[in-house]
């Protein structure tokens, strides 16, 4: 017995802490306790006929399905299908019971002792085992006053119906006594046969129980006093509150009703047969119990029948069919009570389709009240809508009244079970995901009975959002597993670390997407082995629902915590390739459940909108391919403005910038190859090609040699202006600093007009008057020299910058290379699937055209360094005063002396890769410097024949100094080569004026295509390409030829004016 009242408080909860909302309205002033017992009263008083209610002597015996198989005192029967040691319920699986049968319960036998009262008790009824002192109202507990293990010597009897019924009511004997006494008194009175046949609903019981109990038969006064409130309280309400009639406020006897009622509440009001409280009060109560609607005469009293009393009342009977030792548990004895529950019908008001309506509640309630262990009580309870509650739903002559009690009760039922559903990753686990499948069918009968175009409302019930119609159970399940699947994941992301808040956090957003995808992916496997399976009894494609679901979930927080990133890193892939394994799982799932479709899952897999993993991986890395570049293009911008080409350190003699630059493009590299996906050649390209225009922008700025400026003009003889103009610069030659291109050319002087020579120019006057003497021109002082004996340098600060320059390109050239082998040599690279467009020209490089860019500026910066050097710097020491007043007193030697310092200091400021160009190139220049000399060397310069040998002996000199300095940076094949023009040019100044002539005349009648007589000879063009066989070439050594043959031909011939 103590364990099954254990077991009854383990599984019973008070209504009050259950989300069950009560559909029938409330009582005010009435307990729960307080409806029992007056149920119990109402149907003890409808069955006062029945036997064992104190209505004959013959009761209706009770018996258990084994009674006729038990031995006595053993508690088993032993032709039962499970015998069980001890008096515990046993489940036999053929039902006799009828209501068990129609709702799929299972009979539950118990042993012997259960249902078996010792024979020897009273004739009313009750069990003599009993205690036969009255009991503390309300005090007691559900057994007391029902014996359940037999008095010893006693032989035993079955149960009557009214002693179950009051065991199951915990009324207790003293109770039960008080209320047989009232009946009896109540319809025997002084002519007890006349009054037998007095029907159940013609007694007012609550006045008949106040009239008939005194004081005396109670414990104290207390407890008649609290008994009394509540006969009155039941009369209010049953009489004033609801009462089954409307009811006129103004009318006298419910306001003297009221008054009594009022006083009751301080003290007990007299009861005796001359109070004038209580004639008051019977005249009140009957007066207001046998009203009619239409004023008529009427043979039923009304004051128990108004709602919602009756259906409290109804309801506290109906639930006594539930074991009290185990509420789980129907009696077997259902069929009976029931039927006895039955007589109150008419006292109540009660009818069939109601009844069927309460009876599916009860089986509902206690379903929820007992913790929802017994699944049996919600198949039972969907077995009552769907036939016999359905079925009355149906009838065209439904009443008002019980419209609205299915209304109400039907939406309590629905809205109970669509919380859960709606949320059915949190009411279900493992161990009772099966519920789902007695849980589902109950909503869907409920909105079938309803008849409704169900509008459901998208969201929690605290945001409002769009609304659709639903009109078909598969619809509606489809709403279930949407809402339930974004509930299940909103609290993934309530309880984790995934709120708005902490996705506006980089660092702490990518590493709550990782673990939001994970648990994503847990609740996807949860959904398709629990719950997709049963929910595709409602709906094919249930599990593709919940992936469709659950993608578009995971889809809008991935939205968001993109659409704060611009650039890719490691971080935003680890998150898109878990989103992307995800949607693997998703698709896989959707792909499985709608291969059985109609239309193959068409219509649900358009609701999947693609992450696009891949595309937002290749958009991301552009976007990061574009920031690494605009970087490398902001710092070529800077460079533009602010490089000032000075060496960034004496073991750096480099720009600043361009370490700036590879930085940049190794950074960029590295950080490429770290990023976490799979890198393509494609890939590769596209990052070797944007750094490849980014080196090729920023070689044109190495190579932009300096802004144009306009400078002075130098032309210094022994320390005065001469009188002459002897040549003008263009207006190219300067000191830069810029970022407009320079060429070699711009440095080399413009060429002077051709003038022929006289022996006795006014030029050669002024200098032998001026120097009576010879006088060796390298003892005087000259331009950009402080001291003859110790010459310094004449390498000027942009040229010096020139070498920088040079430096700088062959720095960008070797980190080409080394970002060249590591993009080749990329340990995670895979073959490009398309056919990329570098492919075409089978380039082995990554950097092809950026390394003949740089090659091209390295040559481009070379020529433009190597002939500043020596026609801007040196050009005081070269030009300007080699061979000036006469051969022999204007040698080469303090050129060589000048040279040889700015060949040590270029060796000293380029590095090791960059001086074999650069050597070339001022060889080749000063080779060029040595021809201008010769051939446009302007009017301070004449030549004998005899000045040949000089000559000749300097030019070697010259040859010798390249050939000597440095370790080889030129070699002497490459110096001969470079010379044979200026010697083939010096070999002419050693032959005659006549030779000369003729060979002139042939090659410019060979060059015009006209006879050697006859014809004037036509002016040869300046190429520009000096060379012994060039016309040109040979005019001009005849315009510097100082003797008469020549300037009497260049007369005749040319009619070339004398030098002034």
Not at 267 to 283: A, E, H, P, V, Y
Not at 609 to 626: A, G, T
Request: proline share 4%.
């Amino acid at each position: 017995m103590m364990a099954q009242d254990s077991r009854c408080d383990s599984f019973s909860i008070d209504p009050a802490d259950t989300d069950l909302s009560w559909p029938f309205g409330d009582l005010k002033g009435l307990d729960k306790d307080d409806i029992r017992e007056t149920a119990y009263e109402v149907f003890f008083t409808a069955c006062r006929s029945s036997p064992g209610f104190g209505g004959g002597r013959n009761a209706i015996n009770f018996y258990s399905n084994h009674h006729h198989q038990h031995h006595d005192g053993d508690g088993a029967g032993t032709g039962s299908p499970t015998g069980r040691m001890g008096g515990g319920p046993v489940v036999i699986m053929t039902p006799t019971s009828r209501i068990k049968r129609a709702l799929g319960l299972k009979m539950v036998k118990r042993s012997p002792t259960r249902r078996m009262s010792a024979v020897g008790s009273s004739g009313a009824g009750t069990a003599p085992g009993s205690p036969s002192g009255p009991q503390q109202h309300g005090g007691t507990s559900p057994a007391v006053g029902f014996a359940t293990v037999p008095i010893a010597g006693r032989p035993r009897r079955p149960l009557t119906s009214a002693e179950i019924m009051r065991a199951q009511m915990r009324v207790t004997e003293h109770s039960d006594n008080r209320l047989r006494k009232t009946l009896m008194r109540t319809l025997v009175g002084q002519v007890r046969t006349a009054t037998m046949g007095r029907r159940a609903e013609t007694i007012i019981l609550p006045l008949e129980l106040l009239r008939h109990l005194k004081p005396s038969e109670f414990n104290d006064s207390q407890e008649y006093h609290l008994w009394q409130r509540r006969q009155l309280k039941i009369l209010e309400v049953g009489l004033l509150v609801h009462p089954s009639i409307p009811l006129d406020k103004s009318n006298s006897n419910a306001v003297r009703l009221r008054e009594i009622i009022h006083a009751s509440e301080t003290k007990t009001i007299d009861t005796g047969k001359n109070s004038d409280t209580m004639r008051t009060l019977c005249n009140s109560v009957v007066s207001l119990s046998w009203r009619s609607a239409n004023g008529t005469p009427t043979d039923l009293c009304h004051w128990a029948d108004g709602f919602p009393l009756n259906i409290h009342l109804y309801i506290s009977l109906l639930q006594s069919i539930f074991d009290f030792r185990d509420e789980t548990l129907v009696l077997d004895e259902v069929d009976e009570l029931v039927e006895l529950i039955k007589k109150t019908w008419s006292a109540l008001g009660i009818n069939r389709p109601i009844h069927n309506l309460c009876f599916a509640w009860v089986l509902f309630q206690q379903y929820v009240l007992t913790s929802q262990v017994e699944p049996d009580l919600l198949s039972a309870t969907h077995a009552m809508l769907s036939t016999e509650v359905a079925n009355d739903a149906k009838k065209p002559d439904r009443e008002a009244m019980y419209v609205k009690l299915l209304s109400s009760m039907l939406a309590a039922m629905q809205g109970w079970a669509e919380r859960r559903l709606l949320h059915y990753h949190d009411y279900f686990q493992r161990g009772n995901v099966f519920l789902i499948e007695n849980l589902l069918p109950l909503a869907l009968s409920a909105s079938n009975i309803l008849g409704e175009d169900l509008t459901i409302t998208e969201g929690d019930g605290k945001y409002k959002g769009d609304t659709q119609i639903i009109d078909s159970s598969g619809d509606r399940v489809v709403h279930y597993i949407r809402a339930s699947v974004k509930n299940a994941f909103a609290k993934i992301i309530e309880t984790g670390s995934y709120k708005s808040t902490s996705l506006r956090v980089k660092d702490e957003a990518s590493e709550a997407l990782l673990q939001l995808a994970k648990e994503a992916e847990d609740l996807t496997l949860r959904e398709r082995e629990s719950f997709s399976p049963i929910l595709k009894r409602w709906n094919p494609i249930a599990a593709s629902v919940a992936a469709v679901t659950l993608h578009q979930c995971y889809g809008a927080v991935l939205k968001q915590y993109l659409a704060g990133m611009c650039s890719l890193n490691n971080e935003i892939v680890a998150v898109l390739q878990s989103a992307g394994k995800l949607e693997k799982v998703l698709v896989q799932m959707l792909v499985e459940d709608s291969a059985d479709c109609e239309d193959g899952g068409k219509t649900i897999v358009r609701e999947m909108i693609p992450y696009e993993v891949d595309s937002v991986i290749l958009k991301l890395m552009k976007q990061w391919f574009e920031e690494r570049l605009n970087r490398g293009k902001e710092c070529i911008s800077r460079a533009k403005d602010s490089e000032t080409w000075n060496p960034k350190s004496k073991l750096e003699p480099y720009a600043t910038s361009a370490v700036e630059l590879t930085e940049i493009a190794k950074e960029a590299v590295n950080d490429f190859f770290e990023i976490p996906v799979g890198i393509t050649d494609d890939l590769i390209y596209d990052i070797a090609e944007g750094f490849e225009k980014i080196f090729i922008d920023y070689t044109n700025l190495v190579a932009a040699c300096g802004k144009k400026v306009t400078p002075s003009l130098f032309s210094f003889l022994l320390g005065i202006v001469s009188l002459e103009v002897i040549f003008v610069y263009g207006s190219n030659c300067s000191e830069e600093k810029g970022s407009c291109s320079r060429s070699k050319k711009s440095y080399v002087p413009t060429l002077p007009p051709l003038t022929r020579c006289n022996r006795d120019s006014k030029f050669l006057k002024l200098w032998k008057k001026a120097a009576p003497c010879t006088i060796n021109t390298e003892d005087l002082p000259q331009f950009g020299v402080s001291d003859a004996h110790y010459p310094r340098p004449s390498t000027s600060r942009g040229t010096q910058r020139h070498y920088i320059r040079l430096n700088t390109l062959h720095y960008l050239l070797t980190h080409l290379h080394s970002l060249e082998k590591n993009l080749a040599l990329a340990p995670r690279t895979t073959s490009s699937r398309g056919y990329h467009r570098r492919h075409r020209i089978n380039s082995s490089s990554y950097f092809e055209l950026a390394l003949a860019s740089i090659q091209s500026a390295c040559q481009h910066v070379s020529e433009v360094a190597a002939y500043r050097l020596i026609f801007l710097d040196s050009n005081s020491v070269f030009y300007d005063s080699l061979y000036v007043a006469g051969v022999e007193n204007a040698r080469i030697r303090h050129v060589l002396r000048i040279l040889k310092q700015n060949l040590s200091l270029l060796t000293a400021i380029l590095i090791d890769r960059a001086q074999p160009l650069a050597m070339r190139e001022v060889m080749k220049a000063s080779f060029e410097a040595f021809l201008t000399v010769l051939l446009a060397g302007g009017c301070s310069r004449v030549f004998y024949r005899s000045d040949y040998p000089m000559i000749e002996e300097d030019f070697e000199n010259l040859k010798r100094t390249f050939c000597t300095c440095g370790e080889g940076l030129v070699n002497e094949e490459a110096v001969e080569k470079e010379a044979e023009i200026v010697e083939g040019v010096i070999a002419l100044m050693g032959d005659s004026t006549e030779q000369l002539m003729e060979d002139f005349s042939i090659l410019t009648c060979e060059a015009s295509g006209i006879g050697v007589s006859g014809h004037k000879l036509p002016m040869p063009p300046t190429t520009g390409r000096w060379n012994r066989a060039d016309p040109n070439t040979i005019l001009r050594v005849l315009c510097h030829r100082n003797d008469k043959a020549a300037n009497h031909f260049l007369k005749k011939t040319f009619q070339l004016a004398k030098r002034r």
